[in-house]
């Protein structure tokens, strides 16, 4: 395993679409390498999600979990380790919810973005079966983001205001839900 180095906005692989991979790569033994150096460097960076464009790999797989003890989402409830490749995602519920969402592509930065609620994601795992999860409020966000890293988005694309983008420091100071009465959350992949 290896900590990966993390493409950084502005790098062309963070804006191509992935390439879908077969069962029989999923199961290779170079996409079973990335996987595993992707969870490794998912940890080092403490994401919660992390996407193969991310690691300079432009194909449709994406890895995500968090914990509830976490420090950084308190009251987010926890998700284990997934593995998704080839993802298909349909709004179940288009209702927004907005997140103020931070990424490894986008270092330094938050930014308040709105998102569907209730999604189900259609996609194989890490041994090319074929499973579906349908995710709601914060964990729907978390997969919206990530899987936005395989069609070529980032989160800065999804900020309807402007003024919804801050630097870490200065959104910890003043715009964190901690510092305002707000019931937005906060993510970073």
Known sequence: MAIRKIARMGHPVLRQVGRELTPKEIKSPEIQRLIEDMIETMHEYSGIGIAAPQVHESIQLAVIEFDEDSDRYPDMGDQELMVICNPK????????????????????????????????????????????????????????????????????????????????EEYQRYLSPAQTDSDEGELED
């Open 89 to 168: 995602i349909t709004v179940l519920d288009e209702t927004e919810q907005s997140f103020w969402e931070g990424c490894l592509s986008v270092p330094d930065l938050r930014g308040l973005v709105p998102r569907p609620r209730k999604v189900q994601i259609d996609y194989l795992d890490e041994t090319g079966s074929p499973k579906q999860i349908i995710a709601e409020d914060f964990l729907a966000t978390v997969f919206q983001h990530e899987l936005d890293h395989l069609a070529g988005k980032l989160f800065v694309d999804r900020i309807r205001d402007i003024t919804k983008l801050s630097f870490i």
